[in-house]
């Protein structure tokens, strides 16, 4: 990573300069607005891995101001530091630009953007946009229009869709745009590529028979509010090569059979509606789609496997989950050689016609979870993703299975029935980040390899099991752990010191085991911890830690209860937890969840605990960030309820019965706005 060079404007006859992604940094410099013959200026960059570059001295209206005969500029990722409409009037001297691929902006479209005469491809994707768009009617040599990724809202009626004979491309996906949805748009004659998904468009498509370009290729009309009877315009639409209405409100019945006539058709998205998908009556050899690599038909009332993909040999994604399919899964669902996605979850199967150890297969992604699966575990060697939670193996875990996972990096069975111990070979699994084999009936110690796989696991559940033995002492500093769940076995000894090396850890839960410990200080150097949970084990003595009572800024569930823990509360103890009081500059519109979400596979993980609140034992399967919970019950604390935990205006649940708490009930408790369950029982309060 560099910074620019300069000596650009030695370079006066250059016509195209293409510095995209060249690892340069900083400033871009003044020299560039001296090529006054460019033609093509690209200075695009992924800001995901680079640092953006910058306009400031010079900013945008100078570097462009002499590069009037500009065509194609690409600023995508650039920083432009140009506000409201500047950016736009400073790019009005390039009359003749045809392509403009630009972002880091915010607020309204400027209607000025829309008089470049000859502007062929407006590309302003990622933006920030807000506001409706603009009528662009006048700009009739429009060909791409592209601005994804924004905060636009509105109609799109603005513009009369019919007047722009050259449009080709309109994208429009990931908006707030809504109402329905204007029939001129498909009327386009050079259309080939509509997308308009996750919006909020409603009502209904209209019967466009005969209407509709012929050039259409690519329809995503998905995660809209869309509703009525399946637009049967499609069918005529015989160049589709990309089709996906997913996850609105079409209904009716749709035959499998009514897509022969899209030869050319590659990827089929009809999950998520109201509408039934019959695929139980097609003659397998009367359904040709050659070129078909990626099918969704989940939630879609499938009562079978559909027949007619027996044959389909070019299958590279296919999801078949949320239906009502029963029975065994078939051996030819392996046969496909590309087939590297397969979600079957989430119906009724219970076996497998043969078993997998017998079966080749090129799948990467396997998700079999929701079923009534048995028998043998079901592991492919080329399984990066697999989950085989909620079903009814009952086998033991694989003397091998970590070399048969040596490239998974997800790998859940819980809620099963499997026994025996945790194979030592799980070590070899080198790039596994999520291990959840919680609720079974696993055994024997936990291997200290499992704290040993540093680089690489994030997420460890082996909660609800018999697991016994220690808590292995072994993780070092390179520890990637978030998430260690071991709730309800039945370890011993202390909590591990090198637990403080594991720096990223968000929920530690050890309750409902036989730890016989003191309260563990070390864990307060852990300032990501937003879970802690201590219930139900041996732990005895104070809570207070001198000198290292200022962790924990994050904490929002703290479980202390069933211990031995005695001796006063101080305030030393509590005044950090941050997470506990309100934060007025949090936004809270969206209710968001802990998860594990910084895993390198880009995977998420969601976190639960169980929990008692009202005198009711609840499972929460999701974990709300705002959700604040204190049990310190059934232990031996005594002296005064602190006041400062009146400071705790988040608090959601405090439960301190069954102590020897003594004195009056704090004051500063009135301040508690937000509790919903609170218990002071069986103290010596007054």
């Not at 409603?202 to 259409?216: E, M, Q, T, V």
């Not at 999950?271 to 998908?277: A, C, E, F, M």
């Not at 959601?652 to 509790?675: C, D, K, M, Q």
């Amino acid at each position: 990573m560099t910074a620019f060079p300069t000596r650009f404007d030695k370079l006066e006859n250059l016509r195209y300069l293409n510095l995209s992604e060249a690892g340069f940094t900083g400033q871009i410099p003044i020299e560039i607005s001296r090529l006054t013959r460019l033609v093509t200026l690209d200075l695009s960059i992924d800001t995901l891995f680079r640092t953006p570059l910058k306009f400031e001295k010079p900013n945008l209206k100078t570097l462009v101001q002499n590069l009037t005969k500009l065509r194609f500029l690409y600023l995508y990722g650039v920083n432009i530091s140009a506000m409201g409409n500047e950016w736009c009037q400073a790019l009005s001297p390039l009359t003749e630009l045809q392509v403009l691929s630009i972002n880091n902006l915010s607020g309204l479209i400027p209607q000025f953007f829309t008089k470049f005469p000859n502007l062929t491809c407006r590309s302003l994707s990622s933006v920030n946009f807000s506001g409706p768009i603009p009528s662009f009617s006048s700009s009739i040599n429009l060909r791409d229009l592209i601005l994804a990724l924004n905060q636009l809202n509105g109609t799109i009626h603005s513009t009369d869709w019919s007047g722009l004979s050259k449009l080709e491309i309109i994208g429009l996906g990931n908006n707030k745009l809504s109402g329905t949805i204007p029939p001129t748009l498909f009327g386009i004659p050079s259309l080939r590529t509509l997308s308009l998904s996750h919006n909020q468009f409603n009502g209904s498509i209209g019967d466009f028979h005969g209407k509709a370009s012929s050039l259409i290729n690519t329809l995503d009309l998905s995660n809209n509010m869309l509703q009525g009877q399946f637009p049967m315009f499609v069918f005529e639409l015989h160049g589709l090569i990309s089709l996906n209405l997913s996850s609105n409100n079409f209904s009716g019945l749709i035959p499998v059979s009514a897509f022969q006539n899209l030869r050319n058709l590659s990827a089929l998205g009809l999950s998520y509606n109201r509408w039934s998908i019959d695929a139980t009556t097609i003659n397998i050899s009367s359904l040709s789609l050659p070129t078909l690599a990626e099918l969704d038909l989940a939630s879609c009332n499938l009562t079978e496997f559909p027949g007619f993909l027996k044959n389909r040999i070019s299958l590279h994604v296919l999801d078949l989950s949320k239906n009502q399919i029963h029975g065994k899964i078939p051996d030819w669902i392996w046969k496909p050689i590309d087939l590297a996605r397969l979600n079957i979850s989430q119906n009724f199967l219970v076996g497998f016609e043969r078993p997998l150890k017998n079966i080749t297969s090129s799948v990467e992604i396997l998700d079999l979870h929701g079923n009534q699966l048995q028998g043998e575990i079901p592991i492919l060697s080329n399984a990066a993703y697999l989950d085989c939670s909620n079903n009814n193996f009952n086998s033991v875990l694989p003397a091998q299975i970590g070399d048969s996972l040596q490239y998974a990096f997800f790998f859940s069975l819980s809620n099963n029935n499997i026994q025996g111990s945790i194979p030592e070979s799980i070590y070899n699994s080198k790039y596994l980040e999520v291990l959840d084999l919680s609720n079974n009936y696993l055994s024997g110690p936990i291997p200290q390899c499992l704290f040993q796989m540093n680089r690489s696991l994030g997420v460890l559940n082996l909660r609800r099991n018999n697991l016994s033995g220690i808590i292995s002492d072994t993780s070092s500093k390179s520890c990637q752990l978030q998430t260690l769940n071991l709730n309800q076995n039945r370890l011993e000894g202390k909590v591990p010191n090198t637990l403080v090396n594991c720096k990223m850890v968000k929920l530690l839960d050890i309750g409902n085991n036989h730890i016989n410990d003191s309260f563990p200080c070390h864990l307060k150097n852990i300032a990501t911890l937003r879970v802690v949970v201590l219930r139900s084990n041996k732990f005895n003595g104070y809570i207070d830690c001198p000198g290292n009572n200022s962790g924990w800024k994050m904490l929002q569930i703290l479980n202390l209860a069933s211990n031995n823990f005695s001796g006063k509360l101080h305030l030393t103890c509590l005044g950090t937890w941050d997470a506990m009081q309100p934060n007025p500059d949090k936004n809270q519109s969206e209710l968001q969840h802990l998860q594990c979400e910084d895993l390198r596979s880009g995977v998420k993980y969601q976190d639960a605990i169980t929990m008692t609140i009202k005198g009711l034992v609840l499972e929460l399967v999701k974990i709300p960030t705002v959700f604040t919970y204190i049990d310190i019950s059934c232990n031996n604390f005594e002296g005064p309820i602190p006041e400062v935990i009146g400071k705790f205006n988040a608090l959601y649940s405090l439960n301190v019965s069954h102590n020897a708490f003594t004195g009056p009930i704090p004051s500063s408790f009135g301040n508690l706005r937000e509790l919903e369950s609170l218990d002071l029982s069986s103290n010596s309060l007054r």
